[in-house]
């Protein structure tokens, strides 16, 4: 109902661009919805894209987004039982996290069996929806996201559970790193290897949990993967890829928001839309720059 509201409220009030781009960027801030979501969206942004560089490191993006449609399930159950959608989404999440990642390398490369539960727990969440009797509008959300329809306390939830996963990532960061770049000499130097597995896992669960309140349980790789896949082809360095995969998780967040509001279309369009358009345009630019000094090359070798 919130979001219907704040969709009724952007209907009626039309906002349009001008050629004054300080009254536009004010224009932005003038709603309290808008805030919010701007809020909301950069702590989100700023999560993905740090815990992002690991999921790409440790091959770990299918488990990702498997842990969003898991997590629906759990959303919906909450639904049935008159919760906060979020608690069950969290709960379901942790649970699966916490599990894969102490299964650890038993379950690499078993992408089938994830595929299955994951469409299991799918069949879940729509068994659970055709037990609620009423609208479950804020289960069906999760699907692609509510950011315009967050309110001040869902902000300091987020703000919360944004600081314990940061925190989380930073006390583990060292050891994790090197697991993540070679786990059998991790092991053998004495690095509990499915400790931090089972600690990485649950840090995900908790950062899946709040981006999918921006981009939904079905677009969750646009803000966890994608800014860190084009990440690592700029740099090697962990901290300056995962430092750029938060600035660019940040940039499709605000652009995507702000096209949004001069729009009809959804905001997880736009996200989603900017960051499969620049991951294609690096890769794009990326095999151009490889393919030219070969031409040069053959070409200074014919003339010569």
Not at 76 to 81: E, I
Not at 160 to 181: E, Q
Not at 262 to 281: E, G, Q, R
Request: charged share 10%; glycine share 10%; net charge neutral.
């Amino acid at each position: 109902m919130r979001e219907l509201a704040v969709h009724l409220t952007i209907a009626n009030s039309s906002p349009q661009l001008s050629w004054n781009l300080f009254d536009d960027l004010a224009a932005l801030f003038h709603y309290e919805f808008m805030v919010h979501a701007f809020e909301a969206g950069t702590i989100v942004a700023v999560v993905a894209g740090a815990i992002g560089y690991f999921v790409v490191l440790r091959s770990s993006a299918f488990a990702a987004h498997a842990l969003s449609h898991i997590g629906f399930a759990g959303a919906t159950g909450a639904v049935v039982l008159g919760l906060n959608p979020v608690f069950g989404l969290l709960a379901f999440t942790l649970t699966s996290g916490v599990t894969i990642g102490a299964l650890g390398s038993r379950l690499r490369g078993r992408d089938v069996t994830i595929g299955i539960v994951l469409a299991w727990t799918l069949g879940l969440g729509v068994l659970f929806i055709s037990l609620y009797r009423g609208y479950a509008t804020e289960a069906y959300a999760l699907l692609f996201g509510e950011i315009l329809g967050i309110s001040s306390g869902d902000v300091v939830v987020s703000l919360v559970a944004g600081l314990v996963t940061v925190g989380g990532l930073v006390a583990v960061y060292r050891p994790m790193l090197f697991a993540s770049v070679d786990e059998e000499l991790a092991s053998a130097k004495g690095v509990p290897v499915t400790a931090l597995s089972i600690a990485f896992m649950a840090i995900l669960a908790v950062a899946v949990t709040e981006a999918v309140q921006v981009v939904g349980v079905l677009l969750i790789f646009a803000l966890i993967v994608t800014p860190a896949a084009i990440a690592v082809r700029f740099t090697s360095r962990p901290l300056a890829a995962i430092l750029t995969g938060v600035g660019l998780a940040l940039v499709f967040t605000w652009l995507g928001l702000a096209i949004a509001y001069y729009s009809p279309h959804p905001v997880s369009f736009f996200i989603t839309s900017l960051a499969f358009a620049t991951y294609v345009a690096v890769r794009v630019a990326e095999s151009a720059r490889h393919r030219w000094p070969r031409r040069s090359v053959t070409e200074g070798a014919a003339l010569g």
